[in-house]
């Protein structure tokens, strides 16, 4: 069975680096498209971006240049880190497949200081 | 990036009622490959969001099938042919033709 597990802190303060992992098992990160995506309080979605089977990524223009999405085939992980958190990151970010048939049960991250 | 406009935004429904959510994009959503990238996803309430229905009208692996999708090009339907209480929840269709993926405001379904 594939799953997915986010994991990182749920504090940050402003201006400082998110930096979440997710942790798949059932399924190899080196098959597929992996993916992030947060959901902001009330319903509002975001793709953020993801990483290949082959370690290419794509970014959600709107992150510019402050997201990166990295990986650890070793471990069957992948990472998202987010530069120059606002209070406007404040979100559940969940990792999903790129098909978005599974998906981690996400991590409420909130920005303050 | 493109738009999806879902209505309604929120759909109140009896046990056993049929109900349907439409979902517009703001661009055609086939693919120079042929596929269309048009998705429903349902969150329940404290759950993360689940695939109910891919490829515009493919049913997800181990999906009920009183779900049911339809639609070309701008305009997307997810159907519901008798509600059930497990049903309740924020419905979002997606699209991954362009990028960005983009992802419809959500419809609440709740009970009337």
């Known amino acids: 069975e594939v799953q997915l597990q986010e994991s990182g802190p749920g504090l940050v303060k402003p201006s400082q680096s998110l930096s979440l992992t997710c942790s798949v098992t059932?399924?190899?990160?080196?098959?597929?498209?992996w993916g992030w995506i947060r959901k902001f309080p009330g319903n509002k979605m975001e793709w953020m971006g993801y990483?290949?089977?082959?370690?290419?990524?794509s970014y959600n223009p709107s992150l510019k240049s402050r997201i990166s999405i990295t990986r650890d085939t070793s471990k069957n992980q992948f990472f998202l880190q987010l530069n120059s958190v606002t209070t406007e990151d404040t979100a559940t970010y969940y990792c999903a497949r790129g098909d978005l048939a599974y998906w981690g049960q996400g991590t409420l991250v909130t920005v303050s200081s | 990036d493109v738009v999806l406009t879902q209505t309604p935004p929120t759909l109140s429904a009896t046990i056993g009622q049929s109900v349907s959510i439409s979902c517009r994009s703001s661009q055609s959503l086939l693919h120079s490959n042929g596929n269309t990238y048009l998705h429903w996803l349902l969150q329940r309430p404290g759950q993360s969001p689940q695939l109910l229905i891919y490829l515009v009208s493919r049913l997800e692996s181990g999906v009920p099938n009183r779900f049911s999708g339809s639609g070309s090009g701008t305009d997307f339907t997810l159907k519901i042919s008798g509600v059930e209480a497990e049903d309740l929840g924020v419905y979002y269709c997606v699209q991954g033709t362009h990028a960005p993926y983009t992802f419809g405001a959500g419809t609440k379904l709740e009970l009337k």
């Open positions: 990483i290949s089977y082959s370690g290419s990524t």
């Open positions: 059932g399924y190899s990160i080196t098959s597929n498209y």
